[in-house]
């Protein structure tokens, strides 16, 4: 009774009916989001990262271009310097005066 192709009216059908429970306004986003699934599915079934590669090779390619000559001199930071109380001088006097 049913053929075993999908065949043109099937796919009008299938889309008119995606048409008129998403809305206009959805229907590319799903589309768009459908597609990037797929791609990222095959991506993951075929182990290839070639956008992972891609990427590895530019921050390679900039870091070489960025990096300081391996004969500059490194600054030194200065060393840290501890940070006092900013209490007021009257809750500090009446600490002294307690500890006496």
């Not at 990222?40 to 900039?62: I, L, M, P, W, Y």
Request: glycine share 8%; no cysteine.
């Amino acid at each position: 009774m049913f053929g075993t192709q999908i065949g043109p009216m099937e796919i009008v059908l299938v889309l008119l009916i995606a048409l008129l429970v998403f809305g206009p306004k959805k229907l590319p986003e799903l589309g768009k989001s459908l597609g990037r699934g797929m791609r990222d599915f095959k991506r993951g079934v075929t182990g290839d990262d070639e956008d992972e590669r891609r990427a590895e090779d530019s921050v390679a390619q900039t870091a070489a271009i960025t990096a300081p000559p391996a004969s500059a001199p490194v600054a030194q930071s200065a060393p840290a310097v501890p940070v006092e109380s900013t209490a007021p001088a009257a809750t500090q006097a009446a600490d002294d005066a307690t500890v006496v």
